[in-house]
């Protein structure tokens, strides 16, 4: 099938789940849990060929890490639908309601967008998690992951458009796009595609919103800094510190950067140094920061890189206005985070970083959609406009504006007959 024909049936699709109840989208939910947890097995072995295909090809380390999927990924996964679940329908929701005159009401709800165009990396995780939301949320959606995870996308999205379907969904309301060519084709499609969300680097999502007029959400680098100030608790900053580079180097939420204040550098940078090293993390620093710590020095690109590995970046600053200065330099607007007992400090932070995610005293690593308690994300949105950080199934929403009366006409208005009492409900 074409990609065209997949978006025409996309379309047609989207105006049925329009009104489908909440029961039926849980129903199709509660499908796709089940019969990923009885084709666990054949995942996993569609993964493990994937797996043994890109590393032969040379694929980079944190892609490979990204690209696995097992049993602790399936089940965070299948954790995160359970969750979606259990969480009140998002659809029909009254957002405001107004009497504009005497029997004459207006609302405003909540409704799906249409349909959707995913286009992501190497996380196969990342299919089932956009799949899930589209359910939950009522959107049709095209998706296309990478190459590399061709195996375990293709497989995934037989399970999940056979379960979905079988519960009651209409058929084509999810297609699985495989070549380039066809997401070249899904650019111009701006008759059937409402929204696109491309996850991928600062130069593919520009690329995307260069060469398409459809609506671009997108989710790109995460350049993210640790700040600790020089009232930082020490067994705080260094447990904050190992997690937010090492629990996981090959996410976008790991920090790249750690700045800390001239007066805690002479302290913390030697037990920063031996924590970070003994997690198995290769450090780069400015000179001041050598000045203190044996490390390799740190180049001017070092300061806008997303490394993805287990490498980071330090730099000394001289107070808090310095580091906010150079998070708004070089970060990405994704997740910042300040380790301070100085809650004036820690205030001002919070209110000055322009960032989706601004944190104290705690990981950048909690910057994610189930953990927000989203359920599920389709990403971390660094723009501004419609959704902004993890985005869950409100990020998947439109409204539509409906106004009930009993035979009223403009006409009565434009006439002095009448007048608008525009009384909130």
């Not at 680098?221 to 100030?229: A, E, F, S, T």
């Not at 924590?275 to 400015?286: K, Q, S, Y």
């Not at 985005?391 to 006409?409: E, I, M, Q």
Request: net charge negative; hydrophobic share 45%; charged share 25%.
């Amino acid at each position: 099938m074409s990609i065209q024909s997949a978006a025409q049936r996309a379309k047609e699709a989207s105006r049925v789940l329009l009104s489908e109840p909440a029961e039926l989208r849980n129903r199709a939910l509660q499908a796709v849990r089940r019969a990923l947890e009885n084709n666990a097995e054949a995942v996993f072995a569609a993964n493990t060929e994937d797996l043994k295909r890109s590393e032969g090809e040379g694929l980079a380390l944190p892609l490979l890490k990204r690209l696995k999927f097992d049993a602790p990924k399936l089940r965070r996964t299948l954790e995160g639908i359970q969750a979606l679940e259990a969480m009140p329908d998002p659809l029909g929701r009254v957002l405001e309601k107004r009497e504009l005159d005497e029997n004459l009401v207006l609302s405003r709800r909540a409704c799906p967008i249409g349909v959707i165009g995913m286009i992501f990396e190497s996380r196969p995780d990342a299919l089932v998690q956009m799949a899930s939301l589209c359910i939950k949320s009522g959107n049709a959606v095209l998706l296309k992951g990478g190459r590399e995870a061709a195996e375990s996308n293709r497989l995934l999205g037989r399970i999940i458009g056979e379960a979905s379907v079988q519960a009651g969904l209409p058929a084509g309301w999810m297609h699985l796009a495989e070549t380039r060519e066809d997401v070249a084709q899904m650019l111009s499609l701006s008759s059937y595609i409402d929204l696109l969300i491309p996850r991928g680097s600062n130069g593919f999502v520009a690329h995307i919103m260069k060469n398409s007029s459809i609506p671009v959400l997108g989710h790109a680098d995460g350049v993210c800094h640790l700040y600790i100030d020089t009232a930082a608790d020490r067994d705080k900053a260094l447990r904050i510190a190992v997690d937010a580079k090492m629990q996981y180097p090959a996410v976008c939420n790991a920090i790249e950067t750690l700045l800390i204040h001239k007066e805690a550098a002479p302290k913390l940078l030697a037990p920063l140094q031996k924590a970070l090293e003994a997690a198995g993390c290769r450090l780069r620093g400015c000179e001041r920061t050598q000045s203190y710590i044996s490390i390799e020095a740190a180049a001017e690109e070092d300061w806008g890189a997303e490394y993805l590995d287990a490498i980071l970046a330090l730099k000394v600053v001289d107070s808090l206005d310095e580091a906010i200065a150079h998070i708004h330099r070089y970060g990405s607007g994704h997740t910042e985070a300040i380790v301070t007992e100085d809650e004036a400090v820690a205030e001002s932070f919070l209110n000055r970083v322009d960032a989706a995610d601004v944190f104290h005293n705690c990981s950048t690593r909690f910057a994610d959609g189930f953990v927000f308690g989203l359920g599920a994300e389709v990403g971390i949105s660094t723009s501004k406009i419609h959704a902004r950080g993890p985005v869950g199934v409100d990020g998947l929403l439109s409204f539509r504006w409906l106004l009930r009366g009993t035979g009223h006409v403009i006409a009565d208005y434009s006439e002095g007959k009448k007048s608008f009492t525009h009384r909130n409900l």
